[in-house]
């Protein structure tokens, strides 16, 4: 299955399920910032913690590809798990965070591959790719700082990543917005 397919097929099964998510990850850097190859989805995903047994039931039932004792493992490890759809990894981020509600209120809805689906806006965007700290998630925040500079609310980027900083009691975040900001 191409990741066209898997992408129209998990948001139509959210959409549908009335589940409240963000596409986040390579799909959204594409979109909001640069275009660059990705082989899965992410997706930040609201759910209470009581319904996450009837939405891995759904899943099944909708024909995504699931191990369900790796999925209550990884959920208690790290708040994700993975499904498939074919063989296209949908990698799922449970919310946890005052950020990431704040994130879902200022959602953007996007018509993408012939769905609507809903992203992040840019400034939240840009927050998701530099706590996320990993080098190719930099890369997606400036990419995506670049393209849409003139119209960002720097402060309220800037707010949340101090927060985060205070939260990790570490400047990492601070530093990753710093480079983002650098010039070329």
């Not at 979109?31 to 759910?47: H, K, Q, W």
């Not at 960002?152 to 927060?163: C, G, M």
Request: aromatic residues 12%; glycine residues 4%.
């Amino acid at each position: 299955m191409s990741l066209k397919k898997a992408y129209r097929k998990i948001i139509s099964f959210l959409n549908e399920n009335k589940i409240d998510y963000l596409v986040i990850g390579g799909v959204a850097s594409g979109l909001l910032g640069e275009p660059r190859f990705t082989m899965d989805i992410d997706i930040c995903l609201f759910v209470k913690k009581k319904d996450i047994k009837s939405l891995i039931e759904k899943l099944e039932e909708a024909g995504f590809d699931l191990d369900k004792k790796q999925i209550k493992e990884r959920i208690k490890l790290s708040q994700t798990f993975r499904v498939f759809c074919k063989d296209i990894p949908i990698d799922f981020i449970l919310s946890s965070t005052e950020f990431e509600k704040e994130a879902l209120k200022r959602k953007q809805i996007i018509k993408f591959q012939g769905v609507k689906a809903n992203f992040p806006s840019v400034e939240d965007f840009i927050v998701f790719k530099i706590i996320s700290a990993r080098e190719k998630d930099i890369a997606d925040a400036k990419a995506t700082f670049i393209r849409h500079k003139e119209r960002l609310n720097i402060s309220y980027i800037e707010k949340w990543i101090k927060k985060f900083c205070e939260m990790a009691q570490s400047l990492i975040y601070w530093n990753n917005f710093k480079k983002i900001m650098e010039k070329e």
